[in-house]
């Protein structure tokens, strides 16, 4: 069996859907207390809309100082060489380098 999904977004809302609610809101509420309930609720967006706004503007100014701490690890001297450590270095002879260059070039 097909099931039918059949929840309502509100872009699916019509002009009949609106004015239904609008009589059902007249009848409950009555005609004296729908002006206070709509500015209670203006009011209610308002003040949401500009609390939202200001952590989404808190949020923004807080991540340039994110960005600018300095997360490198401290670095230290090298230690000094010792004399066994220097003379076990070995340094390439210019024949050995000039048959990697030669080995690196395109045949002829």
Do not use: C, W
């Not at 609008?22 to 409950?28: F, G």
């Not at 100014?61 to 960005?67: L, R």
């Not at 001297?77 to 048959?99: D, F, G, I, M």
């Amino acid at each position: 069996m097909i099931k039918e999904n059949h929840e309502m977004e509100l872009d699916d809302l019509s002009i009949t859907h609106i004015l239904l609610i609008a009589v059902v809101a007249l009848i409950l509420f009555g005609p004296n207390k729908l002006p206070e309930l709509g500015r209670a609720i203006g009011k209610t967006l308002r003040d949401f809309k500009n609390g939202a706004n200001d952590l989404m503007s808190a949020a923004t100014e807080s991540e340039p100082e994110k960005a600018r701490k300095d997360i490198t690890p401290p670095t230290q001297p090298p230690a000094p060489a010792s004399a066994s450590q220097q003379e076990s270095v070995v340094q390439p002879s210019p024949q050995a380098s000039e048959q990697q260059k030669d080995s690196r070039r395109l045949p002829e």
